[in-house]
Every structure is written in C-alpha cells, then in structure tokens.
C-alpha cells in the first residue's frame, strides 16, 4: 500500500483518490464501515480507494499531556487498511497550520486542493475544522461547491446493540474483556514494540522474558495474559506475559513482560508484535521466589488451555 506524507504539491498520481476521512485509531468495525464506502465510490469512479489519517492523533496535539490512548501504531494501520482493499494511506501532519484551518478552509485546501479528492466518505460523527464546526451536513455542501461527492455512513452498532467506537474498544480493554474489545476490532488487540533490557530476574527462574514498553497504546487492564506474539520473520509463539507494574519488584512504569513457550534466542532490539488474548488474572504481591515460581507454572498452564480452546474455536 502507498503511505503519502502530507497533502501540499502532490503529484498527479497520488491525488483523485476516493477517500474515507477520520483517525481509523483501531481500524474496528465501525472505521470498517466507513472504509467499505470509500471502496465502493472508488470502484464506481474508478480511481484509487485510500484512508485520510493524522499524525500525530488530534487528541495527542491538543492534549500532550493526556494518558496514552492509542489502539494501533502506524505499522498496525498499515496492514489493518491493506487487508479491506485500501491502496492509499494519507498521512496528514497534524499541525499548528492544521489545527487553524477553519472547517471550508480543510475542504477547500487539503481535500480539494490539496488532494484532488473525488469523493470523501465519512462517519456519521464526523467534524472536521477548527472548533471541530464541520459537519456531515457542511461536508455535504463543500463537496457540491468543490466537486467531491460525499456519503455518510449511519451509526452502526454491535449484535447486542453496543456503539462501535475507539472509545468503546479502549474502555473493553480497560476493564480487561478482550473478547469484547476483539469483536469491535475484529481482530485481538496486540502490542508491538522493540524488545527492550529489562533485570533479566525471568532468566535466574527458568522463565525467560521479552520486555516490551507500551509507549503510547491505551493501558489495559493490569494481570496476566495469555498471548500470541508475532517475530519479525513472521514466526508465531504462544505465551503467557505480565502487562503491568509487578508488585514484587515495583517497577516504575508499566511493562509488558512476555514469556513465549518454546523459543530460544536473542531477541534484544527487535520488534515482536504481541495479541493479548485473554486475560488470566490480576496482578498480585506473592511471597516470594517460590511462590513466584509456582504462580507462573499455573498461569502458564492456564494460558495454554485458553490458547489451545482458541485455536479449535477458530
């Protein structure tokens, strides 16, 4: 898929896509929806389908300071739009200049000018501008003044009738439902990362551990989880990992600390990618090595009978 940075003085053939508009942070089912339109009037027009997304997330620019937040990193969207058929990613600076521009200024300039597009697809919560004054309705009118048609998808919900949001996705993940946060999402919800040094104490038990940072993902629920981590080669390995603070050692910032059954290797300075399947349990204060020990034994075993139910389930 082509990633385009930016939306000033693009050549001809990067511009006249159809495109669906909004941060797809998750790419779930209700992103998926809205996708599916930009598909379809991109058959229609037969031009090239693509996401318009923001770097960094709007939310991160007016809030630096917020908790993290985010549901997928740049990689993670990459693969997520390739897969529905998306050819084209925009990546558009989230800047002073962009943040300024009032809500004919962005339709004009980025979407017309800009990007030459000829269709915008759009959610139904759609804004856009400064003060976020854009509407599905104001969309509609500069789409007829600029010369891009324009659809609104209607709000969409769950089989139990639960809303379709990042916001939904992230509050799953919070109070630890990973099976809820997978059916929004369509997939598990997985952190990926460079394995970092960590104390290395995993290693003095038999239980050697990758060390992941969570950067800027939303922080789940502390406990333990049972996982699927991915490699850079593309190798696959069940696990079991520790997302959290670990009581016993109080550690300062909150890790995800994986323990992947049956590999041998090195795996300092590289980037694993690791879905968090179910979550086991809790984190807790044991006393002791041994106790330690042998609570890693159980949780390991409870681990693999998820993962092996998972696996014939699917």
Sequence with gaps: ???????????????????ALGNFDGVHLGHQQVIQDA??????????????SFEPHPRRYFQPDAEPFRL?????????????????????????EMAEMSDEAFARRVLGEGLGARH??????????????????????YGEALGFSVSIRAPVTGAGGGKLSS??????????DMDA???????????????????????????????????????????????????ADGRVFDGVANLGLRPMF???????????FGFSGDLYGRVIETALIAHLRDEAMLDGLEALKAQIARDAEAARAVLAAEKSAS
């Design 1 to 19: 898929m082509q990633v385009v940075e930016g939306w000033k003085a693009l050549p001809t053939d990067q511009r006249g896509a159809a495109v």
């Design 39 to 52: 598909l379809a009037a991109a058959r229609s027009l037969g031009v090239a389908p693509a996401v318009i």
């Design 72 to 96: 997928m990193d740049h990689d993670q969207m990459v693969r997520a739009l390739a897969a529905l058929g998306v050819e084209r990613l925009y990546r558009l600076p989230f800047d002073r």
């Design 120 to 141: 915008v697809a759009a959610g139904f919560d759609i804004t856009f501008g400064r003060g976020r004054t854009g509407s599905p309705e104001s969309l509609r009118a």
């Design 167 to 176: 916001s939904a996705v992230r509050d799953a993940l919070m109070s630890g």
């Design 181 to 231: 946060a997978r059916a929004i999402l369509t997939r598990p919800f997985a952190i990926r990362g460079e394995v970092i040094h960590g104390d290395a104490r995993g290693r003095t038990i038999g239980v050697p551990t990758a060390n992941v940072a969570l950067g800027d993902y939303v922080r789940p629920r502390y406990g333990v989880y049972a996982t699927r981590s991915t490699l």
């Design 250 to 260: 109080e550690t300062r910032e909150p890790m995800l600390e994986v323990w992947l």
